[in-house]
């Protein structure tokens, strides 16, 4: 089983290279499903066809190889499983003072929708119906942002609820004798416990490398390239694992008319700092075509042509994800965090976690247990890898 996950900048082509990625392990023989975490959808223009929240089979191949599509809608999933907690956040508000409109927009998590179509991802995964999953991510922002979530939202899970829980069962009685305050029944905390169950296994899945690879879709342009290069970053901080880089839309060689002489020198420019930025990532390219690369008979020569030998659904790059080494007495926890400088991380420790930030983005690193009693002695970046040094403390 395996999860491929398409981001990258607006109106690169994700879409299209996901849909086209997809076709391509079908007709190589892999029962496959495409869907789409990007609320605003455009799966369904790709392959001219009807898709919607349930999944709709587009097409069947000799061997054994099949296509279904489908557009998640978060929003549904939501509704169902949240309902308890946003009445109950709702009345809380309330209560304090908040009119009800207020009330009801605080209490809707932003992001939580989206953990939802996370967790279908999951239940793909192990209904054994799937040799492979493409995933159609939002632009990047969104989707960095999505794919931080199970981090984030785990951790505050961790520490609010389970504490709130032994509490309000202690005092609830007396609480609501005393204040008319709303208290969270059982039924709020089935639902926060289901929920974060559901997002336990999601976290775990899209980190491990031989499961989940992430794709990232560019065209040779400056800005597109910029924006690549912090998502490359962002990405190995949440630990997902980036195995291939697609440039799409280059201009064919066929195209001499001199109008395009200077967009041909900055691709071939972004083309060579895409090379160098991504050492050790495959760069797979792919051609503007003379037309939209809508429908099954113009995705099928594009997926051809972009993965050539190359086997849609293989690992195509094996990064090498966290890991401790002992050096001498210290040990040294290394991860990945390409492109950034030593002065744009911050670091520091709360309760047997390491808190990392670079940029707005935090993650809290759960340290294993040989380095939780050590203290931090230092932090540098070796190449594209934090490594942080650790030594017995006194
Ligand atoms: N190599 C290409 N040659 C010609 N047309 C292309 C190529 N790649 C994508 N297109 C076309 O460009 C348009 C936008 O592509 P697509 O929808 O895949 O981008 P996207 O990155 O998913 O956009 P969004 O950010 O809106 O989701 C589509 O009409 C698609 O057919
Ligand atoms: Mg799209």
Request: aromatic residues 6%; glycine residues 8%; hydrophobic residues 50%.
């Amino acid at each position: 089983m395996r999860i491929l996950l398409f981001t990258g900048k607006g109106g690169v082509g994700k879409t299209t290279v996901a849909a086209a990625t997809a076709l391509r392990a079908a007709e190589s023989g892999l029962r496959t499903l495409v869907c789409s975490t990007d609320p605003a959808h455009s799966l369904a223009d790709a392959f001219a066809v009807p898709l919607g929240d349930a999944v709709v089979p587009i097409a069947a191949f000799p061997g054994g190889g099949s296509l279904a599509g489908q557009e998640l809608d978060a929003r549904v999933r939501l509704e169902e499983a949240w309902a308890a907690v946003r009445e109950y956040l709702t009345s809380l508000l309330d209560w304090a003072g908040a009119d009800v409109v207020e009330a009801e927009e605080l209490a809707v998590i932003p992001g939580l929708d989206e953990v939802f179509a996370l967790a279908d991802l999951r239940a793909h995964s192990e209904s054994g119906d799937y040799d492979l999953l493409v995933v159609d991510c939002a632009p990047t922002a969104e989707t960095v942002r999505l794919l931080s979530l199970p981090d984030v939202l785990g951790w505050y899970m961790d520490r609010i609820f389970p504490a709130q829980r032994t509490a309000t069962r202690a005092v609830r009685p007396l609480l609501s004798r005393i204040v008319s305050m709303p208290v969270a029944g059982d039924d709020v905390f089935a639902a926060v416990r289901r929920f974060y169950e559901r997002l336990d296994g999601v976290r775990d899945l899209l980190t491990d490398g031989a499961v989940t690879s992430a794709r990232l879709v560019v065209n040779a342009e400056r800005m597109v390239v910029a924006e690549a290069r912090r998502t490359f970053t962002y990405l190995a901080l949440f630990g997902y694992h980036v195995d291939a880089v697609i440039a799409n839309r280059l201009l064919p060689g066929a195209i001499t008319d001199p109008w395009f002489t200077a967009w041909k020198d900055t691709q071939r420019e972004q083309l060579e700092s895409i090379e160098a930025a991504f050492a050790g990532v495959p760069i797979l390219t792919a051609e503007l075509a003379d037309d939209e690369l809508v429908g099954i008979e113009r995705l099928s020569p594009f997926g051809a042509a972009l993965y050539s030998e190359r086997s849609p659904a293989d690992v195509l790059a094996t990064g090498d994800p966290m890991r401790v080494d002992a050096v001498g007495d210290a040990l040294v926890l290394s991860l990945p965090l390409p492109f950034t400088e030593k002065a744009d991380v911050e670091l520091a420790r709360s309760n047997g976690e390491l808190l990392l930030g670079v940029g707005a983005h935090r993650r809290a690193v759960v340290l294993p247990e040989s380095l939780r009693r050590r203290e931090v002695a230092s932090a540098r970046m070796a190449g594209d890898r934090l490594e942080v040094e650790f030594t017995e403390g006194g």
